[in-house]
């Protein structure tokens, strides 16, 4: 059975709508609040706009690098999803917590948070750095904030865990993600006089289809790691829209492309072979047509890639941590890429919950991987603390 201060905290969490939309403050607030109960101080990192926040707090020796622990406090929408039951409320039930974020990943913060003081009682010797950040949910926003704070820090964490629900499996590597608006830009005309125009639709077409046929052959030929359920990079078109009326010859066509790539593949180079067919077949054939024609391409979001050596002593650590041997990849995207790649520090996910769960209506995290989250806190004391 999971501690009650684990359960109250869960509950608590669970309360705040932080649907990434809203505000987070009010739980940023309590959770400063918990922590300066504990004679923590915590510091806030805001977004731009002010209404939002990371909050970063050193447990321990401000001195040494230590283990940071990390998790986004948004959640996805409950829009549209069928609940029976109010999701910002927590609901018990066959041994079973049921509320928005149950999952993913409010009750690996809860579980961090209600454990502190045993931490503090057994007195540190490696520091614990809390990073909690917002908007992950919407494309690791926040979180790039808190790593420009963490890059002007003179010590760094020397390891971060980030707590999404895996299972409590130790995730070396996800996927990394890259997002583009494709618009192409046409030229109008009747369509009865449709070869003296450029059809900005027929154009979209052919730039998608040679999305796909680069999906179709890196599917074919590689790269693969058998260590992802899909093992290659995929390359996707997800939404389309252009023209106004069937006489006339579009000028406009907007699409939305991204692809998310395995750490073997260069995404930079992907990204130049779409960018060199639209600059050197569609544009030039657009052009002769009609000059002033043509194709932008921009790069809406970037999320690196997470791809740790499994011989790290953070995967060895949190291995020890999870009180298991194996690892593996996941498709879903984290914020472990960024601390990894932009912030140079080592990092592993591996948090209780699973992915099953999250983003889905009655969204649940059953008692026992509660415990298992506590366990490996527990463990994670017998590391850090002096006896
Ligand atoms: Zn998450």
């Known amino acids: 059975m999971p501690s009650s201060t684990s359960l109250e905290l869960i509950e608590k969490l669970i309360s705040f709508d932080t649907t990434s939309r809203e505000s987070n403050l009010e739980l940023i607030s309590f959770i400063g609040d918990y922590l300066s109960g504990l004679g923590i101080e915590s510091q806030l990192v805001h977004s731009e706009e002010g209404n939002k926040a990371n909050l970063y707090a050193t447990v321990g020796d401000l001195d040494k690098p230590g283990v940071m622990l990390s998790g986004h406090t948004d959640v996805v929408p409950v829009d549209g999803q069928d609940w029976n039951t109010d999701p910002f409320e927590v609901v018990e039930k066959g041994n079973k917590l049921y509320g928005r974020g149950t999952s993913d990943m409010k009750s690996f913060i809860a579980i961090t948070l209600a454990m502190l003081p045993r931490f503090m009682e057994r007195g540190l010797e490696t520091p614990l750095h809390l990073a909690f950040s917002y908007d992950e949910e919407i494309g690791c926003i926040g979180v790039r904030r808190l790593i420009d704070k963490l890059n002007g820090m003179p010590i760094k964490p020397a390891m971060c865990i980030v707590g999404e629900p895996t299972s409590m499996q130790v995730i070396t590597g996800h996927k990394g993600k890259r997002s583009y608006i494709g618009h192409v830009h046409g030229?109008?005309?009747?369509?009865?006089?449709?070869?003296?125009?450029?059809?900005?639709?027929?154009?979209?077409?052919?730039?998608?289809?040679?999305?796909?046929?680069i999906a179709e052959r890196i599917?074919?030929?590689?790269?693969?790691?058998?260590?992802?359920?899909?093992?290659?990079?995929?390359?996707?078109?997800?939404?389309?829209?252009?023209?106004?009326?069937?006489?006339?010859?579009?000028?406009?066509?907007?699409?939305?492309?991204?692809?998310?790539?395995?750490?073997?593949?260069?995404?930079?180079?992907?990204?130049?072979?779409?960018?060199?067919?639209?600059?050197?077949?569609?544009?030039?054939?657009?052009?002769?047509?009609?000059?002033?024609?043509?194709?932008?391409?921009?790069?809406?979001?970037?999320?690196?890639?997470?791809?740790?050596?499994?011989?790290?002593?953070?995967?060895?650590?949190?291995?020890?941590?999870?009180?298991?041997?194996?690892?593996?990849?996941?498709?879903?995207?984290?914020?472990?890429?960024?601390?990894?790649?932009?912030?140079?520090?080592?990092?592993?996910?591996?948090g209780p919950g699973s992915i099953e769960q999250a983003h889905k209506p009655h969204e649940f995290i059953t008692m026992e991987q509660v415990s298992a989250g506590e366990k490996f806190m527990e463990r994670l004391m017998d590391q850090v603390c002096a006896n």
């Open 219 to 350: 599917q074919s030929e590689g790269p693969h790691d058998e260590l992802y359920d899909v093992s290659h990079t995929t390359v996707h078109t997800g939404v389309i829209s252009g023209g106004t009326q069937l006489n006339i010859v579009p000028k406009d066509c907007c699409f939305e492309f991204e692809f998310r790539y395995i750490g073997i593949q260069d995404p930079s180079e992907l990204e130049e072979e779409i960018r060199a067919y639209a600059r050197d077949e569609l544009e030039l054939a657009m052009q002769a047509i009609r000059p002033g024609t043509g194709i932008d391409i921009e790069l809406v979001n970037d999320i690196p890639g997470l791809e740790m050596d499994v011989d790290d002593d953070v995967v060895t650590f949190v291995k020890a941590l999870a009180g298991r041997n194996d690892h593996a990849k996941v498709a879903f995207g984290t914020e472990a890429g960024l601390f990894k790649e932009c912030a140079g520090i080592p990092t592993v996910v591996c």
């Open 187 to 213: 030229f109008e005309a009747h369509s009865s006089l449709a070869p003296d125009a450029v059809n900005a639709i027929e154009f979209a077409a052919r730039f998608i289809a040679n999305l796909r046929a």
